[in-house]
């Protein structure tokens, strides 16, 4: 009987550099421009949460403006509304995931059709028939919608109006699709209209999707462990344990010890562990909701972070502000910025700037600070822009 292989020991300064890699965090401008480089991100990234907090830019734009230089909120648009190579779904959040990928969400849009979705149990057959009858005459948005009576929420995210709630249990059946947005405002459509398709593909088997949730997770993390790969999903995790366990036996994976983590086991592809230096000169001011930040857990792991989301904290107990985003120079998050955008006075308002790990206190902290200055002017730009 062969032994399990043992586990590589890996320092944390590796394992940032392998995450950075795969997160293309290690590079300027790694998808190109224009609506075929968002497709490219969120194909190789899975998929890019959608969150609907505009103190500055949303962070589905913000994600996609840290890999792409160049990028316009237009391009979105253009990949969604004209390209349709993304669409939203539901994966540990509401996100943007590739076309491509629309087989593997079917089974839980058949599973919410079937069973119904608990968030929805109040929509009533009289709801979805009206909804129903406006979306064949054409795509639709709620502001269309006039002779609602509103209702009791159920939960505090939920809105009052019954086709609202008619139209998004649509959505996560996968009747209909958000077609296009304004803002946070959605255009709803016939799924099938939407792609042009007489009707909607074969599903994934449970087998394939297990396969689907490690390797979006191998491509976008370079590292993973179980957690990682079902993050906010433990249902999955039994299958993928089995699945990773078989890949070991293969050699298709090695387990891989990350220095602190413990019996957190982890494992990566053998060309994932080749060295692999990021610029120093690389700046990033990265959303709360980046790939990078959002499973925090891992992220104190191997960057020694542990980012604190306060926007639903009292101000007084605030220690980085009501909405900091952290900055990565080279492979080390230095620093945290709450920032706002005042959009009428056309500025990006500094609330508070916090210096973070060995940036406390190392020397040449003046040179670090104009680095990230220049990349604040630019950011500045973005948020302003359009």
Request: glycine share 4%; net charge positive.
């Amino acid at each position: 009987m062969s032994r399990a292989p043992k586990s590589l020991p890996l320092p944390t300064t590796q394992a940032r550099q392998i995450w950075l890699r795969a997160q293309r965090l290690d590079t300027r401008a790694p998808f190109g421009e224009g609506a075929q480089a968002v497709a490219g991100a969120v194909s190789h990234l899975g998929y890019v949460q959608i969150d609907t907090i505009n103190v500055i830019e949303r962070c589905h734009h913000h994600i996609l403006f840290s890999r792409i230089p160049s990028y316009s909120r237009a391009d979105l648009r253009h990949a969604q509304s004209v390209d349709r190579s993304v669409f939203e779904y539901w994966t540990h959040a509401l996100s943007y995931v590739p076309s491509n990928d629309f087989r593997f969400f079917l089974p839980a849009m058949r599973e919410h059709k079937r069973e119904g979705h608990r968030w929805y149990a109040s929509v009533t057959p009289g709801d979805t028939r009206k909804v129903m009858r406006l979306l064949r005459a054409g795509p639709l948005t709620i502001r269309d919608i006039e002779d609602d009576v509103l209702t009791e929420k159920e939960h505090l995210w939920q809105s009052r109006k019954p086709s609202k709630r008619a139209l998004q249990l649509a959505f996560y059946t996968g009747v209909a699709t958000i077609s296009a947005r304004q803002g946070m405002l959605k255009t709803y459509d016939l799924m099938t209209r939407h792609f042009g398709w007489d009707k909607l593909p074969k599903p994934a088997s449970a087998k394939e999707i297990t396969a689907y949730l490690l390797d979006r997770a191998l491509r976008s993390q370079g590292v993973v462990s179980l957690d990682s790969v079902c993050h906010l999903d433990a249902p999955s995790k039994k299958a993928v344990a089995s699945l990773i366990a078989a890949r070991v036996r293969r050699g298709e994976l090695m387990p891989v010890a990350i220095e602190g983590a413990g019996k957190q086991e982890h494992w990566a592809q053998p060309s994932a562990l080749e060295p692999h230096e990021v610029s120093p000169d690389l700046v990033h001011i990265l959303s709360p909701f980046d790939p990078l930040i959002i499973q925090r857990k891992r992220t104190n792991l191997i960057f020694g972070y542990n980012h604190l989301f306060e926007a639903y904290v009292p101000k007084a107990k605030r220690k980085l502000g009501y909405f900091a985003l952290p900055v990565l120079v080279g492979d080390e998050i230095v620093a945290a910025l709450d920032l706002k955008t005042d959009r009428q006075a056309k500025k990006l308002l500094m609330q508070k700037w916090t210096w973070l790990g060995q940036a406390k206190k190392m020397a040449g902290r003046k040179e670090l600070k104009q680095k990230i200055e220049e990349e604040l002017d630019r950011f500045e730009r973005f948020q302003l822009a359009e």
